[in-house]
């Protein structure tokens, strides 16, 4: 994912950056056009069980998901506005506390163009913002809380509350013993707050439990051209999967693949299967 603290600035239309479609090809085109083609804005009927998941995330050539804790170092600026034109048609963005803390999340939509055209299309100004934590470790000066016109759901199996923000905050509280049952909370996303789509950016151990539950329809990630080298510092993920390792490997089927500047874009269709019997995540494999 590209660093939610550093959104790109707004373009003027003759200014869009061209990013080239290569499957299938087309003629080159702006962020927004190109989400326009993804049929994101398209809503599934009959309603489903449990939102559509759509993973977003960026890595190096050689697998890293983060450099110093932050994604921003690997994003390039396509990837910046694919990653924001990305989060314009969705119901709401989800990521745990963790990834919440180091990337600084502020407003969901902050571009004011982007919230006149969720208007026009019949959805809320700004997506939900969905955080998954098992202890409610968010700072109090976290910007996402302390703007006014956030709508924010905490999933956690606690019973405690976040303190008094600005933010309008809710909680969905699945699962027990400090365990979260994320297929219990996103059918609860589903059936409360009328979540279709649903645009999940990480972390890696987020990604992970999402995974194993078969929780996930597409992944769409970034691939930066640099070789980041090394290994992470204890606590840091090194890929964009994190956490125990799957039961069996996850087929992908390639959907889609955009170029700008050697940074790749490709989307994947993750192959429908059983879920695993595993339902629950538990809170030490969360980012709390």
Avoid at 34 to 63: C, F, H, K, Q, Y
Avoid at 86 to 97: E, K, Y
Wanted: glycine share 8%; with cysteine; charged share 25%.
């Amino acid at each position: 994912m590209a660093s939610a603290a550093d959104p790109p600035a707004p373009r003027a239309a003759s200014e869009q950056l061209s990013i080239r479609p290569l499957l299938p090809p087309g003629e080159p085109a702006s962020a927004p056009e190109i989400v326009e083609r993804l049929g994101l804005w398209t809503r599934p009927a009959p309603p489903a069980e449990r939102p559509r998941v759509l993973n977003n995330m960026v890595s190096t050539v050689d697998g890293r998901a983060s450099i110093g804790g932050r994604s921003g170092p690997i994003a390039g600026p396509a990837d910046r506005e694919l990653f924001h034109a990305l989060r314009t048609p969705v119901d709401a963005v989800m990521a745990g506390a963790g990834t919440m803390r180091v990337e600084r999340y502020g407003r969901i939509i902050r571009d004011e163009a982007r919230r006149r055209l969720r208007r026009e299309r019949g959805l809320t100004e700004e997506p939900l913002a969905c955080i998954v934590s098992a202890s409610l470790a968010l700072p109090p000066d976290l910007p996402l809380l302390a703007e006014p016109e956030s709508r924010v759901v905490v999933l956690t199996p606690s019973e405690a509350e976040l303190a008094p923000s600005a933010a309008h905050v809710e909680y969905i509280r699945t699962g027990s013993n400090g365990e979260l049952d994320l297929s219990r909370a996103l059918s609860e996303l589903r059936r409360r707050f009328g979540v279709e789509v649903l645009l999940c950016e990480g972390g890696p151990h987020l990604n992970g439990q999402l995974l194993a539950g078969g929780l996930v329809d597409e992944l769409f990630l970034s691939l930066s051209p640099k070789l980041a080298g090394g290994d992470p510092p204890d606590g840091e993920a090194l890929r964009i999967v994190a956490g125990e390792e799957l039961e069996e490997p996850l087929e992908l089927h390639l959907l889609g693949a955009l170029e700008h500047n050697s940074h790749l874009f490709l989307r994947y269709g993750v192959s429908a299967r059983e879920r695993v019997s595993r339902e629950t995540t538990s809170s030490s494999s969360l980012a709390s």
